[in-house]
């Protein structure tokens, strides 16, 4: 961070806290871009963290993830503000008007999990966090897309992230050998060819490119380091739907109305 203060990154995040620029996409280093963007721009009035929020196909269509790594530990705190933030994001992006949103656990059972999760279950149980809450989910429940906005830890989420890409690439190696194994199935290809390609759009992950760093006083959207021009164009996209949405002032006014209640207390707190 010392080191890169005249990179092409850290010029783009001062052109954000400047107002010469509206929001930033980088294909650069995760670690860097989190460090800087979070050391020029802050965080927003109320958000203790930021997280990092993604898309995740599903059956039923597409769901949000946060934090997919910039949180190894969170409090109960922090996960009420990451449901809160994956809300709105889901709204503002997906186009959703009361998503859902679970805590992500190893159990929908209330007795299950550790006591952070558990403490964070209790106050989105309650009632009083204005967030459409499901309940505990566990791991299939990603897929099968029984919510739209999953709250979990950033450890918890990198590694479901970085599972589901793996899988992904695996089931299309898997069909790719399926079809060379043979003359038949070979011409089964030929049959079955645009529906395949319709299989491998819906699973490729440049269509979900863009992880935005939620929390941030700026739009701040990161690229995968190899993905092509599509999967770039995918991340500039998210960043100007948040543009355009206004999402951090809608961010800052929900937290507003939140902390309006007890202005010495935190969202977990005036919850209670």
Known sequence: MRGGRDSSMRRAIDAVAKGEASGVVSAGNTGALMGMAKLVLKTLPGIDRPAITAFFPTL???????????NIDCDPNNLIEFALM???FSRTVLGLVEPTVGLLNVGSEDMKGHQELKDAHALLRSGTVPVNYHGFIEGDDIAAGTVDVIVTDGFTGNVALK????????VTQFLRETFKSSIASRIGYLFARRAFTKFRARIDPRRYNGAMFLGLNGIVVKSHGGTDAIGFSNAIG???????GGFNDRIKDEFGRIEAADAKTSPAQAAV
């Open 60 to 70: 039923r269509g597409e769901s949000v993830m946060l934090d997919l790594g910039a």
């Open 86 to 88: 994956g809300q709105l």
């Open 163 to 170: 599972s589901a890409e793996g899988t992904a690439r695996l």
């Open 238 to 244: 998210v960043a100007y739907d948040l543009v355009t």
